[in-house]
């Protein structure tokens, strides 16, 4: 029994140390905002490679998934739990903020999971590098869209989200931004876990190995892509959204192709069709980003090289198609779904 929940276990200890070591100021702001972001990383990576590394597709649009979630999230929780010179007084009592909190979060991954059919119906006639072409419209158009709508901000952004954060503190005096994020990054990494191992889960491998082959085999494709592609974008909506809350400020100007890039970068440099990659790239990317930090401008040529010379000598990332479990047998035993 003990062996079975131990997985639980250990997350629950871990989240209770770090809320612990935050409530009492055991760590510094700097250090759980890199924590915060390491979180938001995994989620972005993770969501992604089911497409790119499960699916086998080649999704370059990620950061207008996220600034979907990001900008539903925010309008909402200031429009319903914060003064604002936009939307004026706030709708609701800002005490139910911190019940409203994760139905805030999970509303804008639904509206970016929904914008997610616009690379979902496309992709069932295209592969390869035109898919590429689309989901990069798809980001240009999210982001132009955002910028020419004046009520909102425009280019300018939209802030007021560390005022809802507030009204949770003030009910209850708790570090809820880290709470949030590692509740959502474990719910997260669990739910694709629990898809690329179930029937569906199956199909995605089937279309990513020969699509034509998996169709006469009677899988569904238009169905797998559909939900997959969903998926993929809402989880990337959940993080878009977590990340306005963590910064308290939203702007087009963060969801550019570099954000895109800078996923994508963490996808492959774990490996494609690896989780376990996406988590520990994530995790190695958010630290090496702040460890070249006082590089300035230049981090953005040393992070592009160290990514060349690793396609030179280990082209498939750090895990390649594999997970823990399969360079650790023993490890199976923990997490394995009955």
Not at 279 to 292: R, Y
Request: glycine share 10%; proline share 3%; net charge positive.
């Amino acid at each position: 029994m003990l062996q079975r929940y131990s997985v639980h276990l250990i997350l629950l200890t871990l989240g209770g140390l770090i809320t612990y070591m935050a409530y009492e100021e055991l760590l510094g702001l700097y250090t759980l905002s890199v924590m915060m972001f390491m979180g938001v990383n995994i989620i972005l990576s993770s969501s992604l490679n089911l497409v790119n590394g499960y699916m086998g597709e080649f999704s370059c649009g990620h950061a207008g998934f996220m600034c979907v979630g990001a900008y539903v999230s925010s309008l909402l929780g200031v429009w319903l739990f914060a003064k604002d010179k936009v939307f004026g007084a706030p709708l609701l009592d800002p005490e139910y903020a911190i019940y409203a909190f994760p139905l805030l979060i999970l509303i804008g991954g639904v509206a970016a999971a929904l914008a997610g059919l616009l690379v979902a119906v496309p992709s069932y006639k295209t592969r390869g590098d035109y898919l590429a072409i689309i989901t990069i419209a798809a980001n240009y158009i999210i982001i132009s869209t955002i910028e020419n709508i004046g009520v909102i901000g425009g280019s300018r952004g939209f802030m007021g989200m560390k005022r809802v954060i507030s009204s949770m503190e003030d009910i209850a005096e708790l570090p809820w931004m880290p709470i949030w994020v590692f509740i959502f990054t474990v719910a997260c990494v669990w739910v694709l876990r629990r898809y690329v191992s179930s029937t569906f889960g199956k199909g995605v491998s089937a279309i990513c190995q020969d699509e034509v082959a998996a169709e006469i085999m009677s899988v569904n494709t238009n169905k797998i892509k559909t939900i997959t592609f969903m998926l993929s974008s809402g989880l990337a909506g959940i993080g878009g959204g977590l990340f306005a809350y963590i910064i308290g400020y939203v702007n087009p100007g963060s969801f550019t192709i570099l954000k895109s890039t800078e996923v994508l970068v963490m996808v492959y440099l774990g490996g494609m069709g690896s989780l376990s990659g996406s988590v520990m790239s994530a995790m190695l990317f958010t630290v090496l980003l702040e460890v070249m930090r006082p590089l300035g401008i230049l981090k953005w040529v040393v992070i592009p090289l160290m990514l060349v010379i690793m396609m030179q000598f280990r082209p498939e990332g750090i895990m390649g198609r594999r997970e823990l479990g399969d360079i650790f047998p023993r490890l199976k035993r923990f997490y394995r779904f009955k």
